[in-house]
């Protein structure tokens, strides 16, 4: 079983609250990413400056803010970019931070070739023995639905694996529909909110 | 005989106390450890660990983005490194973030044979990211002029540290 994309950020999008959403590749797409179906759009922050370090801006951005809840939108190619961050995350041990890998096994966004290790790698595995607070495992999507209130009142750091399917990208780059809202204009709004 | 200059860690710090500096984000060499046993005992400056450099300039630009002040701390071999990073979330972004880093073979009387001190400054150049050297004490007041800069221009802002830190 495996959860389709669009229903996993719609799930997260409705039950956020007041939560930052910082999303990163296949969960920040435009057509079935967070952008899709997000009627939150003022407190998303999607990044697309800095490949596989999305693990690292959300922990500068949960320390800044402890008092609010951060959901981290991670690949899962994008976070064997940045294993290590998973030890750096731990060791800062953000209560607010909740770290969702969109494991979807590929690199949807070049045409779908396999990330190393898919399939016998475990990153619930290696969050748990990095030192997150608790990880998860869902690849189903009702079960997901019910079971993100728990996960969010967890203290973090926490680790939630999403099984994915797919959506495989192959038309050229320049040809792609491109988000309204960048990594540049959330920066500035949300800096904004946070300095008054 | 004349004093040998020194560069103290206390003079470094005082600094970025001045500046309202509140996260270190770094991964320690060996120019910086003095400072690294300073800062540890320090309530007013909170030390971000990282296991690898190019984690230093997301995780300060997630602090900026919070309403903090953020300084990253490596050696110049960590901005190698962190090129990707400095590029999408410091230049591309506008971030106003200082970096002091460690300038590994730096040798202001001789003939430096560490490449690493050799390629720096051309990759700053390069990255139109200016910088700013100090090597002791009296150096040290160009942080803020680093500082300064970086919030004027919002950008990146480099600082050579030129000499490992007296004790």
Known sequence: MAISNVDAVRILDEQRHEGIICSTMTANSVNHGLPSVSKNESLDFPMGGAMGKGSSLALGLALAQPDRKILLLDGDGSLLMNLGS?????????????????????????????????????????????????????????????GLHDVLHQKGPVLICLKITPVIENTPVQFRDRPTRTTQIAIKELHGIFTG | MQQEAV??????????????????????????????????????????????????????AGLWV??????????????????????????????????????????????????????????????????????????????????????????PVAVLVGTEFGS
């Open chain 2, 7 to 60: 560069l103290h860690p206390a003079s470094i710090i005082a600094e970025l106390k001045k500046n309202k500096v509140t996260h270190v984000v770094w991964l320690p060499d060996s120019e910086t450890n003095f400072m690294y046993q300073q800062l540890t005992n320090d309530p007013d400056v909170d030390l971000v660990p990282v296991c690898r450099e190019g984690e230093t300039m997301a995780i300060a």
């Open chain 2, 66 to 155: 919070g309403g903090k002040k953020p300084v990253c701390l490596i050696q110049n071999t960590g901005i190698f490194e962190s090129g990707d990073s400095m590029r999408g979330l410091g230049l591309d972004v506008n971030n106003p973030l200082v970096m002091l880093v460690g300038y590994r073979g730096w040798d202001r009387h001789g003939v430096s044979r560490d490449s690493a001190a050799r390629f720096i400054e051309h990759i700053l150049h390069a990255w139109g990211i200016t910088y700013y050297l100090v090597e002791t004490d009296d150096d040290a007041p160009r942080i803020s002029l680093a500082m300064e800069e970086a919030e004027r221009t919002s950008k």
């Open chain 1, 86 to 146: 998973l030890v750096t995350v731990s060791n800062k041990a953000p209560e607010n931070l909740y770290h969702f890998v969109f494991e979807n096994g590929v690199y949807a966004i070049t045409g779908g070739q396999p990330v190393p290790g898919s399939g016998k790698t475990s990153f619930t595995g290696m969050a748990r023995e990095a030192g997150y607070a608790a990880v998860y495992e869902f690849d189903d999507t009702e079960e997901f639905a019910t």
